[in-house]
C-alpha cells in the first residue's frame, strides 16, 4: 500500500504564491508517474500537473507557466511539489496528490482570495 499525505494549503490573496507537498510512504517501489488534481465546489475534479515515470511533464493550459511540479526520491519516501504562482481566484480548490493507478491523498485546501 502507498500512503498519500499533502500539506501546504491555505489562504492567499490574487498574486501571491503556495507551495503544496505530497509525501508518499509504503510501497513506494510500486510508484511510476504522479500528480496533483484539484476539484472545485461543484466541479468535477481535473488535472493540474503531472510528471511520468520517466520525467515528462503535463500541465492544465491554465496553469502553465505559473505552476510548476517536482518530485524527489528518497530512501523511504517520494515527495511530490507544486508550486503555484500569480494565484488567481480561480485556482481556489481542494488539491489532491495521485500516484496511478488510483492512490490519493486528503486533500488540502487552497483558497485563493483578497
Known amino acids: 500500500q502507498v500512503q498519500l499525505v499533502e500539506s501546504g494549503g491555505g489562504l492567499v490573496q490574487p498574486g501571491g504564491s503556495l507551495r503544496l507537498s505530497c509525501a508518499a510512504s509504503g510501497s513506494i517501489f510500486s510508484i511510476r508517474g504522479m500528480g496533483w488534481y484539484r476539484q472545485a465546489p461543484g466541479k468535477q475534479r481535473e488535472l493540474v500537473a503531472a510528471?511520468?515515470?520517466?520525467?515528462?511533464?503535463?500541465?492544465a493550459d491554465s496553469v502553465k507557466g505559473r505552476f510548476t511540479i517536482s518530485r524527489h526520491n528518497a530512501k523511504d519516501t517520494v515527495y511530490l511539489q507544486l508550486n503555484m504562482t500569480t494565484l488567481k481566484p480561480e485556482d481556489t480548490a481542494v488539491y489532491y496528490c495521485n500516484a496511478p493507478p488510483g492512490r490519493w491523498g486528503q486533500g488540502t485546501q487552497v483558497t485563493v482570495s483578497s
Open positions: 510528471i511520468t515515470s520517466v520525467g515528462s511533464f503535463n500541465y
